[in-house]
């Protein structure tokens, strides 16, 4: 168990349940599941064309579909937007944060 007790009081926090979650991050790359979901992530998030897209768009799969029908098939750094490797569920979660 690990507890974390506030400053000189009696509130104590058990933070046992958060060592997975912790653990599960660390194990991909930056803190995303695997180089190929966090490179797309990257794109999306800081080129300005690509974010003002990515913000118009819900899930991860109509974007896609917008962007191989705007000639868009890949990364600049070479990773296609459909890789099988892709955490699909994860780029909905950031694209819904983005809107």
């Known amino acids: 168990m690990y507890v974390f007790k506030y400053k000189n ?3 104590t926090y058990d933070l ?3 060592k997975e979650k912790v653990a599960l991050k660390l194990e991909g790359y930056n803190g995303w599941k695997n180089y ?15 974010y003002e897209i990515a913000r ?15 000639g868009v098939w890949r990364t600049a750094d070479g990773i296609e937007y459909d890789d099988p490797s ?13 809107s």
């Open 36 to 50: 190929e979901t966090w490179n797309v992530a990257l794109w999306l998030g800081n080129d300005e064309s690509l």
């Open 16 to 18: 046992s349940h958060l």
């Open 9 to 11: 009081t009696n509130v």
């Open 56 to 70: 118009k768009h819900r899930t991860y799969n109509v974007l896609r579909e917008a962007l191989v029908e705007a």
């Open 86 to 98: 892709l955490d699909i569920e994860e780029l909905d979660e950031f694209l819904f944060d983005l």
